[in-house]
């Protein structure tokens, strides 16, 4: 399965909304019901994190401004206000069928 | 607390070995499905390897028959045994698991150097 991610780069002002658009090939929806797309953010230096599971859940921790949308082969990871803290790389992986990243999305701070 | 902690990276020649280990702590690897990750300098996420809670393993085209992922229960370990190695295996690894979701617990990453 391939992910594909836009845009790849992102320059926010902080306080303004983001959004990363990510696509697969195949759908990501299982035969159990869930659909298997992931967020992560990976900042400089660190392990990746998880943001976001099965496309709209958000993990322990993530902050409400994080959120997640979508169905099938169409999802976009979206921050309502983007901070200071929150530059890095963001990944969309799917789960699936083993796992599978997309390519990343660098965002930084205007 | 639940806790990855990678070891066993370094540098190595190319055709050489490695093995990689993945010690765990406040869970069981037996009770969660384990992978490996590897990130190349400058470059995205590549998932490596996956080991199941039945034992039951899979690996990316890339590295099947050169790579090796088991577990050692008694040790609450997992490992990547890396054969044959090459110069694109030059990456930052990591493990990871899915306790509550996929990729929910990552370590902090192991350096395999792989230059002649």
């Known amino acids: 399965i391939v992910m594909t991610q836009t845009p790849l780069s992102l320059s926010v002002t902080p306080g303004q909304p983001a959004s990363i658009s990510c696509r697969s090939n195949?759908?990501?929806?299982?035969?159990?019901?869930?659909?298997?797309l992931y967020w992560y953010l990976q900042k400089s230096g660190q392990s990746p994190q998880l943001l976001i599971y099965e496309v709209s859940n958000r993990f322990s921790g993530v902050p409400e401004r994080f959120s997640g949308s979508g169905s099938g082969t169409d999802f976009t990871l979206k921050i309502s206000r983007v901070e200071a803290e929150d530059v890095g790389v963001y990944y969309c992986m799917q789960s699936i069928h083993l796992w599978t990243f997309g390519q990343g999305t660098k965002v930084e701070i205007k | 607390e639940v806790q990855l902690v990678e070891s066993g990276g370094g540098l190595i020649q190319p055709g050489g070995s490695l093995r990689l280990s993945c010690a765990a702590s406040?869970?069981?690897?037996?009770?969660?499905?384990m992978s490996w990750v590897r990130q190349a300098p400058g470059k995205g996420l590549e998932w490596v390897s996956v080991?199941?809670?039945?034992?039951?393993?899979n690996s990316a085209d890339s590295v099947k028959g050169r790579f090796i992922i088991s577990r050692d229960n008694s040790k609450n370990t997992v490992y990547l045994q890396m054969n044959s190695l090459r110069a694109e295996d030059t990456a930052v690894y990591y493990c990871?698991?899915?306790?509550?979701?996929?990729?929910?617990?990552w370590g902090k990453g192991t350096t395999v150097t792989v230059f002649s």
């Open positions: 080991i199941y809670t039945d034992g039951s393993v």
């Open positions: 406040g869970f069981t690897v037996s009770s969660s499905y």
């Open positions: 990871a698991t899915a306790r509550v979701a996929a990729g929910d617990v």
């Open positions: 195949q759908s990501l929806l299982h035969s159990d019901g869930r659909t298997y």
